[in-house]
């Protein structure tokens, strides 16, 4: 989806860090915070959490000095747009749901506030990877962490069975499997493309070894074109160009009725991929099993992430204490943490929660017990991402570039070259400095 980005400040100063940044948001000092913990404040919250409303009803029944009213957003890349349309008009909602690509986008515009001050003290209990996204390599804290995303490998334990197959350990046996399953049964692939949605992509990168932006002083380097980036998309192009895998476009009709009805065998995904098959192959619930992401080198044990978000409070919010504690009973204490599992199916950032009776077993991947102790090692086991501050323009010429390689079998390393490309000229054009481009 092609996104219309709000202007970055040109004057913005990028932090001397080592993941991602720009400039330093509006603190939470920064606007009047009462200190009479009585004062009845009223806050704001736009998220796309399942049932986050009966989420937030919990805590105004037990909270009655600090109520929040809750909006669904729509997620992901739409959300963006309209929260950097309304930090533009300064009407941002008190909180909101953030992903963690986004985060630099949002703080390099001074739409986020710091609060450190209110959160620092429960920075244990999130894995560093995962608090570095929320920090930015800084000492300011942008948010708090909610979910974490990473990647892992889906496949039908009844189709696997059926054909012959294990759940490929490299990608060279993921390479073999797709092209003898494939050859033996036309209509039937070992997977999708896994090239035409940006987020995991850029997941799939990031366990090659790949760091699409980084930082140093005042000046970005964009790695988005790098030897690692390349080596995926040579890797996913030859897939594709032969046939192997299938180039249907992620998120269609016809991609959901191609997992539902077993013409693809597994799916490259994230941990949260149980509740998305709820939804997009409803009829194969308890077929699924999940194992770990295929590695490059026999032996290896690295992953990548797609997705995952914080809970931030913007640089609008007059009350960024309340907003805090709102925060840190959502995402870090275990009645806020509970219901976010079990009403909002998601897989939580805090360590802790990790070990919490909500997690249930998906059923999507029934009978396997130990689905959540994967989990908790595969985000141990993630590459820390890093972002720069138009993720939304590299996404979009993402989508464009790669849709059409992917429907065209054309090619994939010419499109990446135009990722690159657009999202230098991009930062260029919005001041920023941008330096082995």
């Not at 920064?30 to 009223?42: E, F, G, I, M």
């Not at 533009?88 to 710091?114: C, R």
């Not at 065209?408 to 135009?418: E, H, M, Y």
Request: negative net charge.
């Amino acid at each position: 989806m092609k996104l219309s980005r709000a202007a970055t400040s040109a004057a913005c100063a990028v932090a001397a860090v080592a993941l991602a940044a720009g400039c330093s948001s509006s603190s939470g000092s920064s606007h009047p915070n009462a200190a009479d913990t009585n004062q009845k404040v009223n806050l704001t919250f736009w998220s796309w959490v399942p049932n986050m409303d009966k989420i937030v009803a919990a805590w105004n029944k037990t909270h009655p000095n600090i109520q929040v009213t809750f909006t669904k957003a729509a997620g992901g890349d739409p959300e963006l747009t309209k929260l950097l349309t309304s930090g533009k008009a300064h009407t941002m909602p008190d909180l909101a749901q953030v992903e963690y690509q986004s985060l630099p986008t949002m703080v390099s515009n001074n739409y986020l506030a710091d609060i450190s001050q209110y959160v620092n003290n429960i920075k244990s209990d999130y894995p560093e990877g995962l608090w570095n996204q929320v920090t930015l390599g800084t000492s300011a804290v942008y948010g708090v962490p909610q979910d974490a995303a990473p990647l892992a490998y889906f496949y039908r334990t009844d189709l696997f069975k059926q054909y012959g197959l294990t759940p490929p350990t490299t990608w060279a046996q993921y390479q073999t499997e797709a092209e003898q399953v494939h050859k033996a049964h036309p209509n039937v692939y070992l997977g999708d493309t896994a090239t035409t949605d940006g987020g995991l992509f850029s997941g799939l990168t990031q366990q090659a070894g790949a760091k699409w932006w980084s930082a140093s002083g005042n000046s970005w380097t964009v790695g988005i074109d790098s030897a690692a980036s390349q080596k995926v998309a040579s890797y996913w192009g030859n897939l594709v160009k032969e046939g192997a895998v299938d180039n249907k476009t992620a998120w269609t009709a016809d991609w959901s009725k191609a997992l539902d009805n077993g013409t693809y065998l597994s799916w490259v995904a994230a941990v949260w991929a149980p509740g998305t098959l709820a939804s997009e192959a409803a009829d194969t619930s308890g077929k699924w099993a999940m194992a770990p992401l295929p590695q490059w080198n026999a032996g290896d044990q690295v992953t990548g992430n797609w997705g995952g978000s914080a809970t931030s409070v913007t640089s609008d919010s007059k009350h960024p204490q309340q907003a805090a504690e709102f925060i840190t009973w959502l995402n870090h204490q275990s009645e806020g943490v509970n219901l976010l599992v079990s009403q909002g199916n998601v897989y939580p950032a805090s360590l802790a929660a990790e070990g919490s009776s909500a997690l249930t077993v998906p059923a999507f991947v029934g009978g396997q017990s130990d689905f959540y102790t994967l989990a908790k090692q595969y985000s141990q086991q993630a590459a820390t991402a890093t972002w720069g501050p138009d993720v939304n323009v590299a996404y979009s010429a993402f989508s464009d570039a790669f849709g059409a390689a992917a429907t065209n079998k054309g090619d994939f390393l010419a499109a990446l070259s135009t990722v690159q490309q657009k999202v230098v000229a991009d930062m260029k054009t919005n001041g920023f400095t941008v330096s082995g481009s």
